[in-house]
């Protein structure tokens, strides 16, 4: 198995500081989006304080389903690096990644998750994340995650990005 | 919830001469995959016997993780037909789709997936399907997927792509 998660290594590069600013960043840029006709989520791959990748949910935009903000960041990260490893980097996501997102990361070898909004915000704005983790987990989590790999970290304004989607009369739901 | 899997209109439409015909081009395609340095795996997405998209494996050749050619068909064929929601088509691939493109499919409203190959394949080929599967849904298969959703039909080529990638012995392990 290919994994190597350096889940040691990559927490003592970042600090509870570091990741509420990415986090932060991640929500504006989810705001952004949905002002921008994107989805209302936004991540960024970064590594060692370097932001590799950053990308809005570009689904309808660019009649992509597979165009999730994590996937898309994940393509940017890897393309930029050369690599379709991205061992020592953080995935930030303005929420809870879904299904898709998570098993991308795993593929990825990124060996932390931190996320701002739950699912559930997800789910209010519309959204199956929580139906396709039942289909395929039979429960809402992934079942068997190592220990540490997806954090929450809760955030004043997680909600925001789905407050703006939801007061869009025109959103496209997908 | 948005999904509109159509399983009975999309069955009424294919037969299983025309299954196998995809499946077996879908394995020739992957064969010729791994002659290109590409991953052994290939895919299509087809709607009323028209081919919407079809794919090798690119990750190691784009230096994109998410890259297997389930979720390359998939993006494709969305961005041929100008909506990010497949519906009405079927997934094939030559080997049973990981995570990540059961998740895809999901997102892409696809109705119904046919493959040849089991995970074991890509197992003995030396690839993380399996041990992601169990990261996530807790077991092999995913948990609840909807009756009819997820097809193996038994192909005599089905090891083909992977005997060619295990006999490369200049092969890109990811």
């Known amino acids: 198995m290919g994994l190597n998660f350096n889940q040691e290594r990559i927490m003592k590069k970042t600090s509870a500081r570091h990741d509420r600013e990415f986090l932060q ?3 504006d840029h989810a705001v952004a989006s949905v002002a921008g006709e994107g989805g209302p989520f936004a991540a960024m791959i970064v590594r060692n304080g370097e932001v590799l990748g950053k990308a809005g949910n570009c689904v309808t935009l660019d009649n992509d389903p597979t165009a999730h903000a994590e996937v898309v960041a994940i393509r940017q990260a890897a393309a930029h690096i050369g690599d379709p490893h991205l061992l020592d980097c953080v995935l930030y996501s303005s929420c809870e990644p879904c299904p898709m997102c998570l098993a991308a990361s ?3 070898h990124v060996p932390r998750i931190v996320y701002a909004a739950s699912h559930t915000e997800a ?3 519309g959204f199956d994340d929580t139906a396709f983790a039942l289909l395929l987990f039979g429960q809402v989590m992934p079942v068997a995650l190592p220990a540490g790999h997806l954090q929450q970290i809760a ?3 997680a909600r925001a990005p789905f407050d703006a989607w939801l007061a869009k009369a025109d959103r496209q739901q997908y």
């Open 106 to 108: 795993l593929w990825a």
């Open 25 to 27: 960043k991640c929500i």
């Open 155 to 157: 955030m004043p304004q």
């Open 123 to 125: 789910v209010r704005a």
